[in-house]
Nanobody, 125 residues
């Protein structure tokens, strides 16, 4: 069983930056594909960005291209989401997720094995 703990959310003005972190309890962290989802009020949860086992970015949503970057430090069992030039429409609860598979259907349907508890990001205009 892998436990994921998200942190780093908060209130920021439009144009600002935040860095989210997700720490995994599992010692075999490097075996998991990691990603970040978000869910805004009244909307479905969506995949924002995903990274491979070694840290290469394999998916980045159109709405965040050029602004968000995912990275991971396998030695620290941690994945990060750097969010720059934040917009009010980025307001959502952000969740990290882990899965041993890279299979797109699992990720795009949000069927990952493990989830963080979520961290709120609020962007004011």
């Amino acid at each position: 069983q892998v436990q994921l703990v998200d942190s780093g959310g908060g209130l920021v003005q439009a144009g600002g930056s935040l860095r989210l972190s997700c720490v995994a309890s599992e010692g075999t962290f490097s075996r998991y594909v990691m990603g970040w989802f978000r869910q805004a009020p009244g909307k479905e949860r969506e995949l924002v960005v995903r990274t491979t086992w070694s840290g290469g970015m394999t998916y980045l949503g159109d709405s965040v291209k050029g602004r968000f970057t995912i990275s991971r430090d396998n030695a620290k069992n941690t994945v990060y989401l750097q969010m720059n030039n934040l917009k009010p429409e980025d307001t959502a609860v952000y969740y990290c997720a882990a899965d041993r598979s890279m299979a797109n259907p699992r990720w795009f349907r949000g069927e990952c094995e493990y989830w963080g508890q979520g961290t709120q990001v609020t962007v004011s205009s």
